[in-house]
Structures are given as structure tokens and as C-alpha cells.
């Protein structure tokens, strides 16, 4: 992890580090990266396990209004490609996942409109 920087204990990773580190970063880690680091989900999917929440809620289509998406390639990541790179991953709890995330998506939405950032 020689090209990491530390930011509030959590390491600002690169998508050669998650190549280069597979299998080895934490929830915690890889949730704060994919919103304040410019990594690429389609890199995160192939070689990091990743939670059913944090694939709907920030990997498929690239998140809401595909913001973390790094390129356009990010923003088709499908259902279908999470359960084939992460075999844990059922889609039962995908379609729960998504359920949740849904669920905040519009939550935010309405904060956004309310707050006049749409």
C-alpha cells in the first residue's frame, strides 16, 4: 500500500492499489473511496468483496444519477455482472439491497429538491 494516503484513518486508495491488494480492504475503506476517491467501480468489482448494499447503492449504473461512476464504462455495471464477480452475492439480496438504496436515492432526492439543488 506504498501509493496510499491516509485521510481520517481511512486510506485514500488507487485503483492500482486495489489491483495490486485484492480481497483486502474493508466496508468502511472502500464505502469512503467510492465517494471522495476517483477509483473505478468496474476495478472495485473484479477485485474487491463488496456487500450487496454497496454494489446497488454506489457500483450498478454508477449510483445515483451515476455520480461515482469514474467513466462511462462504470456507469453500465448491471446486476447481472455484480453476481457473476462477486459469486457471495445472491440476487435475492441484491433486489433487497436495491430496495434500500431506492429508498435513500428518493430520500436524497427530495432533500435536493427541498434544499433547491435540483
Known amino acids: 500500500m506504498s501509493e496510499t ?5 481511512i486510506p485514500k486508495l488507487t485503483d492500482k492499489d486495489i489491483r ?9 475503506t472502500i464505502e469512503w473511496n467510492i465517494k471522495h476517491s476517483c477509483l473505478s467501480l468496474r476495478t472495485l468489482v473484479r477485485y474487491q ?11 450498478v449504473f454508477g449510483g445515483r444519477n ?15 455482472e ?7 452475492i ?3 439480496e441484491m433486489y433487497e439491497a436495491h430496495r434500500i438504496a431506492d429508498e435513500e436515492d428518493r430520500l436524497e432526492d427530495d432533500m435536493d429538491e427541498s434544499s433547491g439543488r435540483k
Open 5 to 9: 494516503k491516509k485521510t481520517n484513518d
Open 20 to 28: 495490486n491488494h485484492p480481497y483486502t480492504y474493508d466496508t468502511k
Open 49 to 59: 468483496k463488496l456487500t450487496p448494499y454497496i454494489c446497488a447503492k454506489y457500483v
Open 66 to 80: 451515476e455520480m461515482y461512476a469514474d467513466c462511462r464504462e462504470d456507469a453500465w455495471i448491471s446486476t447481472s
Open 82 to 88: 455484480i453476481i457473476g464477480y462477486q459469486p457471495h
Open 90 to 92: 445472491t440476487m435475492e
